[in-house]
């Protein structure tokens, strides 16, 4: 992937604006990338000991309960990509806002959109096999978008930071979803309390590895990698996005709304999420039950963060994060950790991305332009 | 509807306001000497746990608030290094505080505790009753129920102000987040000032967290700030980074808060699932009247770099 064309971001940000959050993130150098992708995830990991040694647990005991729960059994493997499924396809909406210059930290909550649209067209709506899945997804998908475009429409019109209407929104959704769920909700289950309908046969992403739970949805995530990878890099709306996400004064001179792209990154990106929570609703939990995320929009900053908000560094940080998600029911089971040790995790790879500017700004002084 | 629209509704609409009132007042000093604080969230939270732990530990609810307040500073301190020392950027810096906030706080319940999810009871903050005020007809029913951060923080607004406009100290906190590289010209130290601008800010987000562990409910649950320090941005934006308004936007979305709470128990026929939502939405659609960001500080968010 070295081949991956950045938008020149040295230009001075416009006065009163701030720079963009991508221009210190962005991978450059497929080597050094690949370095500063390793040493960031094994600091995160060695400063989380002394973390764990609070708790009151032994760090190296820690280590291996998570390592052994996540790759030494054929379960745990399947469990780790399923895990990664999520976190892979969030991981990208993330990304693909942060390219176009904005924070979506609503990724949650849109995710718990796509996944209850995309749960009860499963179970309300009579299709074919194959279409119905799709039409699920889309489904999910839309709804999501169409929950994004508020913070799209507030920031691109308003000028209303991102971060805090996304947020909001998050709450906004939490409630909603819990609400159309809860006893004499629109959407409840007859059967299930808190949960929709169970979604028909023909809606489900089918399982591929026996007795396992792993999906179909891993293969959809795959692709969604060289799509969001292609769109970015070789189609004019994508090379749209990242020159507003690198300097919008650029963008305008050269002919380029920054709003209407604004509003269409924000919108993908929340498409996107909606359809992580779509396939873990159609391949894993085959209906919508309240509060079926652990948290994966949130991961989801730390994954395209970790990483350099690339399309195949995603890939790779999406699957770091799923060796964390499904270890971490052994490190909680054996070692008697906390599954939250994985937030703090998260936490400490963002910090260490952050900080990563310093190293970056150093490099590039000794080196020649 | 009788009993919703009452001086209760008053009374809880202050004690709902006191910990956006603290934390957007930190946001407000951060932001005015050029420093975005997305983490208010994040010391918020720290700010309660810490103020229940060392509250459980000494049987002293005003050593827990002191723990709280240095917790808050600390915070702070992390947040000036990421964003004024290394020059990091200041959105992705904070994101990384208010995740470790919520990973931290959430994985220590258990070891400290021993029970998942919330701490035991803890002393709680007491509340002030005053000799005379409470013969005063309506507002000494008020007066006489609150604590002193509550005091401390409807006081905030005039003293913040005063800071802010009238003295030398908040003169050259506004410059930094006006024009830092001006303020620097004539001799001020701006990455100084910025420094003693977001400790501050965490020390005073902080102590909102404490607030709502420490005199509201006397124990602390996991995720328990349920993104208040994101309304206190929100009421801070809203007020236009103006001490007087922001005050008003926060007991706007205090009095949200509180018709929503009162409004479960006195049987209106909404779902209560559903009002949980109120103060968000109140907080979204008093943002969507906000026109441009002509009124933001012109340097915040951007690193000031010395030559």
Partial sequence: MSTVIVPPVETPPPKGGRPPATAALVGRHGVRTVVLFVGTALAALVVAAP?????GANPLDAYRALFEGSLGSQR?????LVATTPLLVAGLAVSVAFRGGLFNIGVEGQLVIGGLVAGTIGAQATLPPVVHVVVAMAGGAAAAAAWALIPALLKAYRGVHEVITTIMLNYVAFALSTYLVSPGGLLVSKTQPSATEKVKDTAVLPRVWAPTRLHAGIFVAGALVAVTWWFLFRTRAGYRLRMVGGNPTAARFNGIDPRRVTVQTMCLSGALAGLAGAIEV??????????FSPGYGFDAIAVALLGAITPVGVAASALFFGVLRSGSVLLQARAGVSRDMITVISGLVVAFVAARVVLE????????R | ?????????????????TPLLLAAFGGLLSERAGVINIALEGQMLLGAFAGVAAAWWTHSAVLGLLAALAVGALTGLVHAWFSVTLRTDQIVGATAINLLAVGLTSALIQPIW????????????????LPLVQHLPFVGRILDHLSVLDWAALALAPVVWIVLFRTPFGLRLRGCGENPEATASVGIDVVRVRYQAVILSGLLAAAGGAY???VQVGVFQREMTQGRGFIALAAMIFGKWRPVPVLGACLLFGMADAFQVRAQTAGVHLPHELLIALPYVVALAALATFVGRSSAPAAVGRAYVKD
Avoid: C, W
Avoid at chain 2, 1 to 17: D, E, T
């Fill in chain 1, 51 to 55: 973390i764990i040694a609070i708790a």
């Fill in chain 1, 76 to 80: 745990g493997l399947a469990e780790t």
């Fill in chain 1, 282 to 291: 159609l391949g894993v939990h085959l209906r919508y039950f309240d509060s």
């Fill in chain 1, 361 to 368: 700004r150093r490099l590039s002084r000794k080196e020649p």
């Fill in chain 2, 1 to 17: 509807m009788n009993g919703i629209l009452s001086i209760n509704l008053v009374l809880s609409g202050i004690y709902l306001s």
């Fill in chain 2, 114 to 129: 021993g029970q998942p999810g919330t701490s035991p009871s803890v002393p709680k903050f007491g509340r002030i009753d």
């Fill in chain 2, 212 to 214: 709502l562990s420490l």
